[in-house]
Nanobody, 119 residues
């Protein structure tokens, strides 16, 4: 069983920065692809960014150039550095993980952390 715990959310002004962290436990971290999703009020959950076990990254167009995902396998942690934040980035951010060796695929989710961008 994989547990994911997010931290680092909060209130920030437009143009500001935040760094989210997601620490995994109960698993061999380096066989898991990791990602961040977000869900704004009244909207569906959407993909923000992913990082594979080899460090290949992918970003939603809306965050390219502003957000950076990274991982530290020794600390079993994935990070999301968010710069130049906009009000439309306001959402609950969820950490996601799935094993590259498990069949069928099973996704694990954190409890979410609130990010609010407002003046």
């Amino acid at each position: 069983q994989v547990q994911l715990v997010e931290s680092g959310g909060g209130l920030v002004q437009p143009g500001g920065s935040l760094r989210l962290s997601c620490e995994a436990s109960g698993t061999i971290f380096n066989v898991y692809n990791m990602g961040w999703y977000r869900q704004a009020p009244g909207k569906q959950r959407e993909l923000v960014t992913t990082i594979t076990i080899r460090g290949v990254t992918n970003y939603a167009d809306s965050v390219k150039g502003r957000f950076t995902i990274s991982r530290d396998n020794a600390k079993k942690t994935v990070y999301l550095q968010m710069n130049s934040l906009k009000p439309e980035d306001t959402a609950v951010y969820y950490c996601n993980a799935y094993s590259v060796i498990a069949v069928p695929r099973r996704d694990y989710w954190g409890q979410g952390t609130q990010v609010t961008v407002s003046s």
